[in-house]
């Protein structure tokens, strides 16, 4: 599929390229201010990420409690909260980062973003459904029964609300079972939780705009008609299609 013009016939790069926004000029980063301290923070990260595939790996490593007389053990995504944000804290302690300064630079205000967008309100779809779930299946259960791949339209507007895969699996899928669909029809609907995309707000959409110095990657006038709507539609669609293709040949 190819989408828009080639780069010597689009008009905003040849824009860009007459004021002189390119040039061949390399630029090289000599040398590293608190070079140990950034060494050490990489170090600590990297050890925290390998503390969670070693969890996440191995359930026996994992925390567990006696809970009234029943064994929980400690979900992994409480895990990786917990060792992240420690590895986080352990990073200011050693290295005495400037918390100040941390903030006030473009990666903290993207990821408080993240955890706003995708976190809180996840958490908020999740507590509605679970909440309203008894009157959520009894009001669609027939229509879904009879066409299961509405279902995927409602995993996709979802998705749309909650910026997550996860959070939107976590929200509807359990309702998908309670309806009786068959758990095959699930997986194949299953890409229809990418829907992220429709709505160019998500942090990793808004960057790849923001890297592109050619202009060519945008947000369109109408805000919905933007470089990602084809391309994600087009995947989406045809990734929903051979699932039910595949479930119906095997």
Sequence with gaps: ????????????????LKEGLFNNKK??????????????????FILATAFIVLFGSFEGMRPSFLIDGEIVTL???????????????????????????ATQGSVFPAGMQAVIAIFGIAWM????????????TLSIEG????????????????????????????????????????????IALFPAVNGYFFIPNYPTVVAAINFDRTGTT????????????????????????????FIQIF
């Design 27 to 44: 630029i090289e980063i000599k040398d590293v201010k608190n070079k140990r301290s950034a060494m050490i923070s990489v170090l600590i």
């Design 125 to 136: 779809g999740d507590t509605f459904l679970q909440g309203n779930m008894g009157q959520l």
């Design 143 to 186: 229509i879904v029964q009879q066409m299961p791949w509405l279902f995927g339209v409602a995993l996709f507007v979802m998705s749309i609300l909650l910026y997550s895969q996860a959070a939107t699996v976590r929200a509807l899928v359990p309702l998908g079972i309670a309806l009786g669909i068959s758990p095959y029809m699930l």
């Design 1 to 16: 599929m190819k989408v828009g013009k080639e780069l010597v016939e689009d008009p905003e790069y040849q824009k860009r």
């Design 218 to 245: 945008k947000i369109g006038k109408y805000v919905l008609n933007h470089s990602f709507m084809m391309p994600g539609l087009v995947s989406t669609i045809v990734a929903i299609a051979l699932g039910l293709l």
């Design 75 to 101: 979900g992994m995504s409480s895990i990786i909260e917990i060792v992240m944000l420690s590895a986080a804290a352990i990073i200011l302690l050693v290295t005495k980062t400037d918390g100040i300064k």
